[in-house]
């Protein structure tokens, strides 16, 4: 039996590997693309331990190769949602009641397995099906998700070791139960790490959860499922559905037992999943505990005092890595008048130098976009913008998809701040400029707050006054907030992520803040010399 305070290894950051020419890792993820790459895969649903094939096969294609296919998937319905249910409720007592360091160790043996064997196995699958090159996929499917795994595993002994004061003769205490009932998990295509994490955070905390990825990301889910059954994960704690959104929800959202959502996905669809659930509260046997990180209009703001080579390169890496597909991406910039001219070559000059095409080529920097929805929403800003008269596009705006879903990096110029493209989400490799008057520098920071989303900023200044200034006036319009540095790229255990307003619950990926929703808290108390008399001194 446990009768100890046991400590999981210390989380350390997984280091990421470069992939430089010559490399042993370069070498080996190319293999292993090439390999992944000339076997079409059958894609079962996971289902309280057993693979689950309907014959209604979908096909998967990369979006740089769309007419190449890396197999099929197996499409669900209703009914294997249903059991999806079942099995997670079934097995729910006995996973809530395994001492948790054995749930602890499921994840950190996948973790190790990410680290080791499988780590090419999941980038490859995650450059293939989501079109990242080789370092996106290496910090996303590789590095984020090991470093989910092994630091929620140190946040939940934390979280266990938090308790109350007790005094004389009283024996308080804190227990954190998992939620009564099932948790699902809505997962986007965007990330593998986040698919991954999403259904694992709860999962470590004792729930049981039914879950459902992207179509465009269920090759590389069924990777993440490969390695949680080989790390032991046991039958009906994950199980993996793949349906359609409105049937599946139509199912859970109705069901009694339905205890949590975790998305990452579109405000739109977030606020229809929050509507639902509050229309159905009456069903359900608890209120449900409802986390989300949703869209982004991500700004980058320079002051008059800083650096033009530095801005400038926080705009090319911030808005067109992964095709601008992040929901940190630069979307918007605002750039002073007298920086404007320097900061636009520096600009210009990267765009020149940057190649695009598909990842298996390691020297392109920019790849597709996710799929033909994707790329013919992001298309119909970039015509908009060559029509509109407020808007110039002064770099990129071409597009083909006769091979792939390709759009070039675009930069597009607004004289008006509030033009379409400097509020709506685009998603795509496309960020909008604004160039301010010094004098007008309070006004532009006010129309940087005044966008509705929060998820992350960036900010430029020498001055430290200044940046000061600016961190207070934008203190609400962020919850990823960068002093001289792009918006992009956070670190689990450095930068805990999420967003407030239209950007989500803030409820911060890769923090113990995120884990502590999906417990239930009992406080106990003993006492050891009960009283004996009901009356109190003060009644004599």
Sequence with gaps: MSNAIFNPPVAINEPILS??????????????????????????MFI?????????????????????????????????????????LNARQAWADLPWEQRASVFLKAAELIAGPYRQKMNGATMLAQSKN???AEIDSACEIIDFFRFNAEYMRQIYTEQPESSEGVWNRLEYRPLEGFIFAITPFNFTAIAGNLPASPAMMGNTVVWKPADSQI????????????????????????ADGPEA????????????????????????LWKTIGNNIEKYKSYPRIVGETGGKDFIVAHESANAREVATAITRGAFEFQGQKCSAASRAYIPRSMWDEVKGYILDDLKSIK???????????????????????????DNAKRAD????????????????????????????????MCEEIFGPV?????????????????????????TGAIFAKDRHVLNHMCKALENAAGNFYINDKPTGAVVGQQPFGGARKSGTNDKAGAMQNLMRWVSSRTMKETFVPAKDYRYPFLG
């Design 431 to 455: 960020i909008t400029i604004y160039v301010y008057d010094e004098a007008d520098f309070e006004e532009t920071l006010k129309l940087v707050d005044d966008n509705s989303y929060a998820l």
């Design 219 to 242: 090759y590389s889910a069924w990777m993440i499922m490969e390695v949680l059954r080989e790390a032991g994960l046991p039958d009906g704690v994950i199980n993996l559905v793949y």
């Design 19 to 44: 992939y430089a020419p010559g490399t042993k890792e370069r070498e080996e993820l190319q293999e292993t693309v090439a390999s992944l790459k000339s076997v079409e895969k059958d894609i079962p």
């Design 134 to 136: 080789a370092f996106q």
């Design 249 to 272: 929800g139509d199912v859970i959202f109705n069901h009694a037992d339905f205890a949590g959502l975790h998305f990452t996905g579109s405000t739109g669809v977030f606020q229809n």
């Design 390 to 421: 407020s808007a110039e596009i002064i770099a990129g705006g071409g597009y083909d998809k006769s091979v792939g879903y390709f759009i070039e990096p675009t930069v597009i110029l607004a004289s008006d701040p509030k033009y379409t493209t």
């Design 356 to 382: 695009m095409g598909s990842p298996e080529n390691f020297e392109n920097f920019v790849n597709a976009v996710i799929d033909e929805r994707a790329f013919d929403k992001i298309v119909h800003f970039i």
């Design 48 to 88: 309280n331990g057993e693979e689950v094939r309907t014959g209604n096969k979908v096909s998967m294609h990369p979006p740089y190769e769309h007419k190449h296919c890396l197999g099929h998937y197996h499409k669900g319905g209703a009914e294997h949602v249903k059991k999806a249910i079942d099995a997670a």
